[in-house]
């Protein structure tokens, strides 16, 4: 069977190509039409059903008015005038059946006494002596902030009380950071390397090639430094040396703080000398003067002299800040420092003229 014969280039085969090609595009088109729902089809386009209009009316948002700040009230609000005498009878009801808890335990003493007249209302094997424990750090607490300012801080400076001889001066702060301190922190607050960095800023010119450096531990001492015990005689041994406290200080590095089986140094202080005598020794270089230590008992109790020039100095966080730490964490050593500077504070007062006068 003869095949068609080709003519002018090809013109039979195009011819059928154009027709589909036209009814591709005629069907494409009527397509789009479709989807925009301009000629009948079963294809549509996806579009957003209005809601209908609301008939009736919603509930209107009723406004609720936002509380007015309050005024803070004291801790403890002072007793009024005619306030009435306690019934103990009352007391004692209300007492017995709080104190039957069984979850109390059967070893507690109780004391309530009216706060006018000091005269006892409730008692409940309250002759008895016990070890308070933890909650004997609120009574601390009370002590403290009558007595310390709770907004003031604590100073560690250095002072030249002789060319080439530099005086380490405790200041109640054992929160120390052995570096750099952080403003933001509470331990660590303060740090030695600021304090290295003031004083090697500090130090005159004509200061010898080797200095020597001591502590002035005179500050909230205790009656009869340096003799006095770096242990409360009422302390177990043991306690100590697990970690659950540690001599009571007024300098000491926040690292070294004791932790349950993770006793502090025994000398607190002695570890913050030798790490003050390194960052001294790193702040004045190697073209600077030579650190030489000198402690013990003696010179830790000979107070620098008021004249002596101050080369540097960091403070601690606030008392209220260290407090609260202490209270947080239920640790003994640092309420045991606050409540020692509170002592002293309230000693020194009494022993002020104007107290005396009074």
Do not use: C
């Amino acid at each position: 069977m003869a095949r068609p014969r080709r003519t002018g280039g090809g013109g039979e085969v195009r011819k059928p190509i154009i027709g589909l090609v036209a009814a591709v595009l005629a069907l494409g088109g009527y397509a789009t039409a479709d989807v925009y729902d301009r000629v009948p089809g079963i294809l549509t386009l996806d579009r957003p059903t209005p809601l209908p209009a609301p008939t009736t009316p919603g509930p209107s948002p009723t406004p609720v008015p936002l509380p007015s700040p309050a005024s803070a009230l004291p801790l403890l609000a002072p007793m009024a005038a005619d306030a009435p005498e306690p019934s103990q009878s009352k007391l004692k009801a209300a007492l017995d059946a709080a104190f039957a808890d069984p979850a109390l335990g059967n070893s507690l003493g109780v004391s309530v006494r009216d706060v006018a007249t000091g005269k006892a209302l409730y008692a409940r094997d309250g002759a008895t002596p016990r070890v308070v424990a933890s909650a004997q750090k609120i009574l601390a607490a009370a002590a403290i902030t009558s007595e310390l300012d709770p907004h003031e801080t604590m100073s560690t400076s250095v002072r030249l009380e002789a060319p080439g001889e530099l005086v380490l001066v405790a200041g109640g702060d054992t929160l120390l950071a052995e570096g750099k301190g952080d403003p933001e922190a509470v331990a660590g607050h303060a740090g030695l390397a600021d304090l290295a960095e003031q004083v090697a800023t500090g130090l005159p010119a004509g200061t010898p090639s080797k200095v020597t450096l001591r502590l002035d531990m005179t500050y909230a001492a205790g009656p009869g430094y340096p003799d006095t015990p770096a242990y409360p005689p009422g302390w177990a041994p043991g306690d100590v040396a697990l970690g659950f406290t540690q001599s009571v200080a007024m300098i000491g590095l926040a690292k070294d703080r004791p932790k349950p089986y993770v006793p502090s140094p025994i000398d607190p202080a002695a570890a913050v000398l030798k790490a003050f005598a390194g960052e001294l020794t790193t702040a004045f270089g190697a073209s600077g003067p030579a650190v030489t230590v000198t402690d013990d008992p003696a010179t830790r109790a000979e107070p620098v002299p008021a004249e002596a020039t101050l080369l540097g100095e960091v403070r601690s966080a606030a008392y209220q800040d260290v407090l609260a730490l202490a209270l947080d964490e239920s640790d003994n050593a640092l309420t045991e420092n606050l409540a020692r500077q509170a002592a002293s504070r309230r000693a020194a007062m009494a022993r002020s003229p104007a107290m005396l006068a009074s």
